[in-house]
């Protein structure tokens, strides 16, 4: 069942504005609405349609169709109206910014979930994805029933569904926290993205805690440029509205980070800084790389314990920092924080070791050059040998990243090997070409181009020796690749291990 299909028995229209300004309502204002759908593909039988603009469609442009499925109340921006009659003993509201009602009205329709839940948001470049799950592992250890919202899954408890985004759209987010709650979920870790703080998809929500990573050129096709990207983050920190009700919000937030300092600054609620500075609150000393693991001793507000996790990197040690700082500030005991720390088993995708008796090969999910410099440097740490990258560029996303990553993979590499990532409506070579321009041509020497992924993996891995070290970046966990005319299952892991199994079978034939 997805956060659609929650039952509910259904409310007066014009109750889903009391949040919305600059509305007006038409026709039965008092339809009962049964629920809330932005796409007419979903519309049906007493459903509310919210007509969206997005990137390449316009839901203004399906309203007939919704209608025809059985729509009974409609919404839309006011410079689409003329012409619009409400849908037969129903009623249509028209709103300045039909995206922007979305958010208040999902909330009102839910009855305000995070108002009944303890909400983490976790927020910056890098980091998100395994932020939030030490969080969720936290939760665990002292004994809430916990869920995760985020790139690589929704869980419900133990109930996992596939993540179509990083963070939902405002509907299925406000339906997915309800559906938390109707499971017994107390406390939520929830990756907030840059998309979903511009696009109002997080409008409605109380965070109890929030929690800055880092930033770094990342999203430039879609932010016009650094500060708007920097603005869109700091939202978490200071909207009122997604401050909690009768409660102080807690911040922790990465001190070593340039932006962390400002956000720190101006972030409402109380703050718990983090990271390997000295005048961070929550920081790690004696830190201790391997490549099977981290140890290090963790300082906090309350006290120091050491800490030896499965966890690689030290990009790692500041993921557990923001978790250990945002769950202390939650009134979570030190102690049940960083023992969960040390039970967490490696996040899939993110700097994860594929099983090899001959060789190390980690997929990583870098796909951004201050994530491929991360990745790359800890590398460099955890070998004797060379370190072989394996990466590529996503198609129709930023450009300008390609050349940058590219300098950096022929810079902190002694091969590289640059391939497709999901070249999407472009072509594969073409957005090669364009990483290959950041290569200066003598260090060209130590780069190899091959365009089928599965190749690319096959030549890397067999051009390492016992001592290499084999970073396979860019896809992390995902299991597809996008092509103009396709998607196809594609898991770096699955192509990795069976080059493997194929090289180990030979030397034991």
Not at 455 to 469: K, V, Y
Request: glycine share 8%; with cysteine; hydrophobic share 40%.
């Amino acid at each position: 069942m997805s956060s659609h299909d929650v039952p509910h028995a259904g409310k007066p229209f014009e109750s889903l504005f009391a949040e919305v300004d600059g509305v007006r309502v038409s026709g039965n204002r008092r339809v009962p609405v049964a629920c809330i759908v932005y796409d007419s593909r979903r519309a049906r039988p007493g459903c509310a349609f919210i007509a969206v603009r997005g990137h390449r469609m316009d839901g203004h442009d399906f309203l007939a169709e919704a209608v025809e499925k059985g729509a009974v109340a409609l919404v839309v921006d006011a410079d689409r109206e003329r012409g619009l009659s409400p849908p037969p003993h129903g009623a249509i509201a028209v709103v300045p910014d039909s995206r922007a009602a979305m958010g208040a009205m999902a909330r009102a329709f839910y009855d305000d979930p995070s108002r009944r839940l303890t909400l983490a948001g976790v927020t910056g470049t890098n980091g998100k994805s395994t932020t939030a799950l030490v969080m969720d592992s936290i939760f665990r250890a002292a004994g809430y029933r916990s869920g995760v919202i985020g790139t690589l899954e929704y869980r419900i408890a133990e109930r996992r569904r596939k993540a179509p985004h990083t963070t939902p759209e405002a509907v299925d987010l406000q339906g997915l926290l309800a559906e938390m709650i109707e499971h017994s979920v107390t406390h939520v870790a929830m990756e907030v993205s840059s998309h979903a703080l511009s696009l109002h998809r997080v409008d409605g929500c109380r965070f109890s805690a929030a929690v800055f990573t880092n930033l770094t050129p990342e999203h430039l096709d879609f932010h016009d440029n650094m500060d708007e990207y920097f603005t869109a983050k700091r939202q978490l920190f200071e909207d009122e509205q997604h401050l909690p009700e009768g409660a102080e919000r807690i911040n922790a937030v990465n001190i070593d980070d340039e932006a962390g300092k400002l956000i720190a600054d101006t972030a409402r609620g109380r703050t718990i800084t983090y990271g390997l500075s000295s005048e961070a609150q929550c920081r790690a000393e004696h830190i201790d790389l391997r490549a099977d693991g981290t140890s290090f001793l963790a300082v906090h507000p309350t006290g120091s314990m050491p800490i030896t996790m499965h966890l690689i990197g030290e990009f790692n040690v500041y993921n557990a920092l923001g978790a250990l700082a945002g769950c202390i500030g939650l009134g979570i005991p030190a102690d049940v924080a960083c023992s969960a720390i040390q039970q967490i088993p490696p996040v899939r995708g993110r700097f994860e070791r594929v099983p090899s008796q001959t060789h190390s090969v980690l997929i990583d999910y870098a796909h951004s050059p201050d994530g491929l410099r991360r990745a790359l440097e800890t590398a460099r740490k955890l070998t004797s040998g060379r370190v072989i990258v394996v990466f590529g560029c996503g198609g129709d996303r930023d450009r300008t990243k390609r050349p940058v990553m590219g300098e950096l993979a022929s810079r902190l590499a002694d091969v590289c090997v640059v391939t497709s990532d999901n070249p999407r409506a472009e072509r594969p070579e073409a957005i090669i070409g364009e990483i290959l321009a950041g290569i200066p041509k003598e260090t060209r020497g130590g780069c190899r181009v091959e365009p089928d992924r599965a190749e690319a993996i096959r030549l890397a891995i067999e051009e390492a020796t016992p001592q290499d070290l084999v970073l396979i970046a860019g896809k992390g966990h995902e299991d597809y690749q996008i092509f103009a005319d396709r998607t196809i299952h594609f898991d770096d892991r699955e192509v990795a291990a069976g080059v493997l199994q194929e090289i180990e079978g030979g030397a034991n034939a």
